[in-house]
């Protein structure tokens, strides 16, 4: 009986689910199979071959990947800080890295783009320094930069998660074993925390392979990402099928990067499974 | 005497200043089994890590085989620890972690092979190479963090609570597996735990600790039979611990009774604490006795009966094999020998004894 109950308890997300997550997925396949005549097709899924969306494709790839590297690099070493400093310290630096976040996402690329513009507010301060003007607005690094600050707490957090779970003493024991610090990083620190890492990846890349609007803002309307090319069919062609075959593309490169996650992270995890 | 491997000298330590280690010296000997026992908070762990290099002393200086070690590094010290939880890699297998301390000193594979084969066997885990450690049982887990640690040839293994997860049974199992290893191995060993049994069992040399001080030094029997003041009494095993008076060289005072004993030097009329274990006191009639009581409780322990005596309006704790029925009038008596007389502490921060052998 009481399995029954809690059962019942979760009806509503049941049904959320189904209405917003089935429904619509149900759709896109639908839209994505037929043409707009209603005939059964796979020249939507085909369309990704058309160079023009080979380009986008490519492109968001190496955008989102170059954005993932950066902030790895940079959010390992602050994991580490903040995971050696005493629990008020790291929560006031960890509120700080995050309280940008409680601000609207439009807002903050926004302010992005208010502070690259040729006569925004970075160049108004170098043109009063005498110094070169940066003429990063509208260009690939702007739009990396716009990933980078949104999606970089998205790789912290995870790493700094599993820093803190990090026995103290398996540290202790490398050193204790001969490790000097840097062999002690790569030997045990980083194969330890790897879990974190690969989550952390996962949660910057996959947003960043399917933006829109930082590329948008940031990158002007040249530069067109796989997520611009979906946009577009939805908002101004009006080709809902086309638009619907290329997201379920970009759905194919996801699921493919969450296996290849798993993956590492089950080698990571050592013979957890074995 | 062999000579002293580890000396620390003027050790003290404080953390957000709370001091935990005051002015500590103490000398470990090559091939000696020492522990470290006390309370915990009582800086024994401190101590080990100090050793260890896991920590530095705000001052004082650590000597290993006369060299100031102080401010080495962990991985240039040599010799090795067994942590608590084992602290296995777990991202490795067993065979891994043993092999980790040897590959980084650049040993040949089939030197590795070799020691990873002798250490399995010597800690009876052959054919374990390719588990992962998840998949061992806590007490395994131990056994290859010794494993671990002992085929980089340490000259000092330093064990901090090793068995202290382990249920009872394999504690138990643990402790006479490390004896045996002490002995084959031939080197030194640096125990920290804060069960007595445990202490009493393996050591050559016990240092009893209590809030940063060292309260006594001495092998097991020392510290059993003689302990040197009120803590060391009270932390190891049972004891009547009694407030008496010095009257005069082999004779004290309590319960309004005179007792004779073979301790000399204390002085004439002085107060001073007496200890007597439980197993030394004797029952017997009640005329036969220095003086007498009533037996008011009898528990069958085994081996023994522990039994509590109300006599001169103390509560004695008596273990005899013979039972003596709650409600009989019994006698006590005590052999002189049995009596042992400590100095009473002038305070608190004084229950310090300072031991240099």
Known sequence: MKNRQSRLLALPFAFWSALFILVPLVM??????????????LDNFTAITQPEHIKALGLAILLSAVSTVICLVLAYPLAMILSKLGANQSALIVLIFILPMWMNFLLRTLAWQTLLEKTGVINSILRFLHLPALNIINTPQAIILGMVYNFLPFM??????????????VIHAARDLGANSVQTFMKVIFPLTLPGVISGITMVFIPALTTFVISNLLGGSKILLIGNVIEQEFTQTNNWHLGSGLSLILMLFIILNMVLSAVFDRNGEGGMMG | MSNKLIDLVNITKSYDNLVVLDDLNLYIRENEFLTLLGPSGCGKTTTLRLIGGFEQPDSGKI???GDDITQLPPNQRQLNTVFQKYALFTHMTIAENIAFGLKLKGKSKSYIDDKIKYALKLVNLNGYENRMPD???????????IARAIVNEPKILLLDEPLGALDLKLRQDMQYELIRLKNELGITFVYVTHDQEEALTMSDTIVVMNQGYIQQVGTPEDIYNEPQNAFVADFIGDSNLIDAVMLEDRLVSFFDAKWPCVDEGFGNHVPVDVVIRPEDVVLCKPEEGIISGQVTHVIFK???YEMEVMAGGFEWLVHSTVMHPVGEPVGIFVDPFNIQIMHKPESEDEEVAYIEE
Do not use: C, E
């Open chain 1, 28 to 41: 896109i396949f639908y839209y994505g199979l037929t043409t707009k005549t209603g005939q059964f097709t």
């Open chain 1, 156 to 169: 912290v957090l995870p790493i700094y998660n599993a820093l803190m779970k990090l026995d103290k003493d």
């Open chain 2, 63 to 65: 000597l290993f085989d």
């Open chain 2, 135 to 145: 998949s061992l049982s806590g007490g395994q887990q131990q056994r290859i963090a």
């Open chain 2, 302 to 304: 085994g081996v023994h």
